[in-house]
């Protein structure tokens, strides 16, 4: 895998703006040495190249009513390509899905499912998920705590 293009500054920035994506163009500048005109070129261009994806607020599931996770892995019917899409394309439009994983082992997906609590994973499950026609098996992993979760990258490799 090719090392991005990324200098030192460049690499300040987005450790900064992991960190923090509420500061200002002034307080990012000093913070990584440069003045506000050239910071906001490199934050733009670091846009534009995709290495900055967005930027969101980190909301407490708890606080907004979404507390119960799980963590469920998804084995599907034959592995066609074509299937595999729609199964993809489908869970990308679940809410309740925040990530999906293609992944090795057991299981061909790994999803992670935010919803109010058991009673509201289960009408997820029965009445949303276990109707793809290509689903052959769902385990489920309930999150009895989050130790650690939306963490920035590690960007040590960039050095």
């Known amino acids: 895998m090719p090392k991005p293009d990324l200098d030192g500054i460049d690499r300040r920035i987005i450790a900064e703006l992991q960190a923090d994506a509420r500061l200002t163009n002034v307080e990012l500048a000093d913070r990584v040495g440069l003045s506000p005109s050239p910071c906001l070129r490199r934050v733009k261009r670091l846009e534009q190249e995709g290495y900055i994806d967005g930027y969101r607020a980190a909301l407490r599931r708890d606080r907004v009513g979404l507390g119960f996770s799980a963590f469920l892995a998804v084995k599907i019917d034959g592995h066609a ?9 489908a869970v990308g439009a679940m809410p309740e899905v925040i990530a999906c994983h293609l992944v090795s082992g057991e299981a061909d997906y790994l999803l992670e499912v935010i919803v109010p609590d058991l009673e509201h994973y289960q009408r997820f499950l029965v009445g949303t998920l276990l109707n793809l026609p290509i689903i052959r098996e769902v385990r489920t992993n309930i999150a009895i705590q989050t130790v650690k979760a939306g963490a920035p990258l590690p960007l040590k490799h960039l050095e």
């Open 81 to 89: 390509n074509e299937r595999a899409i729609k199964f993809e394309e």
